[in-house]
């Protein structure tokens, strides 16, 4: 597995914070990812990730499959090939074989059920231009929001083949890693204390630091761009940021570039983008906070479409399934927002979806 702009310190030497949530990892899902090690470097940011993944993605009785299809779907729409093979691989885990190589083909599911849930999860990449709403329950809803963001973190920091050559675009090797993972992906996973919206909320307050490493007119141009822009993909991204930012101060581009390219064209930021802000942001976990400013930045456009409704404060937030020993996340409710950091409004009924239980089909 390669990293595109730093090499995170291997599992192993883990402590604290970052060593519970790769024990997690290793109990409930396929052991610590390469996405959660590249967050690693930001500790608290990593619990929130796998938090709001780990009670969307994995835990309660809604259908694993459908949850898959969903997170592959999502996907495929922000051009996430890294995270298509990977979820494709885990509808093989499921016994799912046929599913699985209909949607990494791009093709409609057979199943109406699936079909509609693959057709709902592609379009919330545009919400505003079609109107996207949802109606399904908080672990579906909070799966696609929980892989707007994973899409984008995966697509700035990793390469984005999962086996060296492009081995896992073979469906022979896909069906090969989901067999490996069939009994893990089949296991039935405890929800932890808090809901999905709970998860979601975290993860919105630690992402939220990332704008203090801008200026306000740097995430003023962002705000603005991501509602204008719906999700749109930039034909030429680097040609694309550099026209947005011309108008700031030049002290503040790249900042403004990268956190735009992470919420359009993630795979777009250059090892140069990287080289000019570590001139004077040196450290690995400042650039991978940026990189989650931009990310969330869009993943609340979604949350947010076609209806405005007052974002609302977190009033509590989850231990990581139930582990409070958590560093970080359990301090996310006491933070302070970011002065100017905008707010984007999200739909009063992907809010509710959200905050209900929703531990159902």
């Known amino acids: 597995m390669a990293y595109r702009f730093f090499t995170p310190p ?14 997690q990892l ?16 930001a500790p608290d940011l990593m619990a929130a ?4 993944m780990r009670e969307a993605l994995l835990a309660g009785d809604t259908s694993r499959i459908d949850r898959e299809v969903v997170a592959a779907s999502v996907s495929r729409a922000n051009r996430c090939r890294f995270c298509v093979d990977a979820h494709v691989t885990m509808l093989h885990a499921l016994g799912s074989h046929e599913l699985a190589e209909v949607i990494a083909t791009g093709g409609t599911p057979p199943s109406p059920r699936h079909a509609e849930l693959a057709a709902w999860a592609e379009a919330s990449r545009n919400p505003r231009a079609g109107a996207w709403a949802s109606a399904y329950p908080a672990e579906l809803t909070g799966t696609l929001l929980a892989f707007h963001f994973i899409n984008r973190i995966v697509s700035a920091l990793l390469a984005p083949d999962l086996l060296p050559g ?16 069939a ?9 932890g204390d808090g809901t999905v919206g709970d998860a979601y909320a975290a993860l919105r307050e630690v992402t939220r ?57 993630p795979g777009a930021i250059s090892v140069g983008d990287v080289g000019l802000w570590r001139l004077g942001h040196p450290d690995d976990a400042d650039l991978v906070r940026l990189i989650a400013y931009g990310a969330f ?14 974002t609302p404060q977190v009033a509590g937030v989850p231990r990581v399934a139930g582990a409070s020993q958590v560093a970080g996340a359990s301090q996310v409710a006491g933070a302070s927002g970011v002065a100017g ?14 905050e209900g239980d929703g531990r159902h089909a």
């Open 209 to 265: 630091g990332g704008g203090e490493l801008l200026s306000a007119a740097a995430r003023e141009t962002v705000a603005a761009t991501v509602w204008w822009e719906d999700g749109r993909h930039p034909d030429r991204p680097a040609d694309w940021a550099n026209d947005l930012v011309r108008d700031l101060p030049a002290s503040e581009r790249v900042g403004a570039r990268i956190v735009l390219l992470a919420a359009f064209a």
């Open 183 to 191: 009994r893990t992906a089949r296991a039935f996973v405890q929800p």
């Open 49 to 52: 990730t796998w938090t709001l």
């Open 297 to 310: 930045t869009a993943t609340e456009h979604v949350a947010g479409a076609p209806h405005v409704a007052g």
């Open 26 to 41: 290793r109990e409930d899902f396929i052991g610590p990812a390469p996405t959660f090690q590249a967050l690693s470097v």
């Open 341 to 354: 950091a905008p707010r984007v409004p999200r739909a009063q009924h992907v809010a509710g979806a959200l």
């Open 10 to 23: 291997p599992a192993r030497s883990a402590t604290g914070a970052v060593a519970e949530v790769y024990r």
């Open 166 to 181: 492009g081995l896992q675009r073979f469906p022979a090797v896909r069906s090969a890693g989901g067999r490996l993972y």
